[in-house]
């Protein structure tokens, strides 16, 4: 089956740098559509950016739009969140996603994807 499964979260000071890693399994990864989301305490899943099967195009929301840098190695399966200039705000679960890039969703919102991984926490003190 599919698994998507993020590392790299943790606890960093405003103003600082943390890279995110999705693992993926059990699907044709070149395929795919990734995307990374984030969940702050009593919000909504939010879109931080996507980025298409082959890594030409990426897409980011207007908050994190260079801070953050989205790429992916489809020769290890694996997609990339780089973050830098890492504000309190920034703190959340952050969750990578997958879809087939095929099909017209919107690849900005939740329902735009099929799978999911289990997040891992980004805090950022200030």
């Known amino acids: 089956q599919v698994k998507l499964v993020e590392s790299g979260g943790g606890l960093v000071q405003a103003g600082g740098s943390l890279r995110l890693s999705c693992a993926a399994s059990g699907l044709t990864f070149s395929w795919y559509t990734m995307g990374w989301f984030r969940q702050a305490p009593g919000k909504e899943r939010e879109f931080v950016g996507s980025i298409t099967w082959s890594g030409d195009r990426t897409n980011y929301v207007d908050s994190v739009k260079g801070r953050f840098t989205i790429s992916r190695d489809n020769a290890k399966n694996t997609v990339y969140l780089d973050m830098s200039r890492l504000k309190p705000d920034d703190t959340a679960v952050y969750y990578c996603?997958?879809?087939?890039?095929?099909?017209?969703?919107?690849?900005?919102?939740?329902?735009?994807?099929?799978?999911w991984g289990q997040g891992t926490q980004v805090t950022v003190s200030s």
């Open positions: 996603a997958a879809v087939p890039h095929w099909g017209s969703r919107s690849r900005g919102t939740v329902d735009g994807y099929d799978y």
